[in-house]
């Protein structure tokens, strides 16, 4: 569906509001025109409280103009988004994140959003969060506990080793992450990824980006990429 220009905004305040833009060396302006072959994909979902999972999806091949009531911005267009990755920018679950540019969306059972590589689909990214009454991850207790007990007891399948190679924290605008690199062994299969966790909007969110074992060497900068750009906005 080509649509070759529209301006978008909602009154509505119960739906979702989430961007996908392009990488670009522009600053753009604050009512924003985006070239023909930039794309903007937006999903209109029901609240966090009703759990839905239903979705509608507009891909907008040629957007005519973004009102400032939907995109700010001081936040969208900040910094600018890396060479070959799009940043992906969800309004109204207060979450960002970068991921490769030819990566394609798909439903990742029990997940807000997810992409995927076009013909690796084990290479992939998604988040998800769920209510929590914690106001940091300081709360989860040391780094290091917090983490292993997440990989070993809710990231690990019952025949699965998992093994942690590094662990680190951030605090931007004053909240704080933790990225972690683990792996997980299988009698069969062995896949590798970056998590990064954050605790926020009476929230614990949690962005992973990952790979097969085997790929993971010649991936794993363009998916540290990924887990890095993961910020929350206040919502």
């Not at 103009?65 to 990755?85: M, R």
């Not at 992939?124 to 991850?137: A, C, M, Q, Y």
């Not at 190679?165 to 062995?190: A, I, R």
């Not at 590798?192 to 614990?204: D, G, K, L, Q």
Request: charged share 20%; aromatic share 14%.
């Amino acid at each position: 569906m080509a649509i070759a220009s529209l301006s978008l905004s909602w009154a509505s305040t119960t739906l979702s509001q989430k961007l996908s833009v392009p990488g670009s060396n522009e600053i753009l302006p604050r009512v924003a025109a985006f070239p023909g072959n930039n794309s903007v994909t937006c999903t209109a979902e029901a609240t966090f409280v009703e759990e839905s999972n239903c979705k509608r999806r507009l891909l907008l091949l040629g957007v005519g103009a973004l009102t400032t009531s939907l995109v700010p911005a001081n936040f969208l267009f900040a910094e600018e988004i890396p060479k070959n990755y799009t940043s992906f920018v969800d309004f109204e679950d207060g979450y960002s994140y970068y991921y490769p540019s030819d990566w394609i969306d798909f439903d990742f059972r029990g997940h807000d959003s997810a992409f995927k590589d076009r013909t690796k689909q084990l290479q992939n990214v998604r988040v998800r969060f769920i209510p929590t009454e914690k106001k940091d991850i300081h709360e989860l207790g040391p780094m290091e506990e917090a983490i292993y007990f997440l990989v070993k007891h809710r990231y690990a399948a019952p025949n699965q080793m998992p093994t942690i190679y590094s662990m680190q924290e951030k605090t931007v605008e004053g909240k704080n992450y933790y990225t972690f690199e683990y792996e997980l062994t299988s009698p069969n299969y062995s896949s590798v990824s970056f998590a990064t966790i954050v605790i926020a909007n009476v929230r614990f969110y949690t962005l992973i980006v990952g790979a097969n074992e085997r790929r993971w060497r010649r991936y794993r900068s363009q998916l540290k990429v990924v887990a890095d750009s993961f910020k929350v906005l206040d919502i």
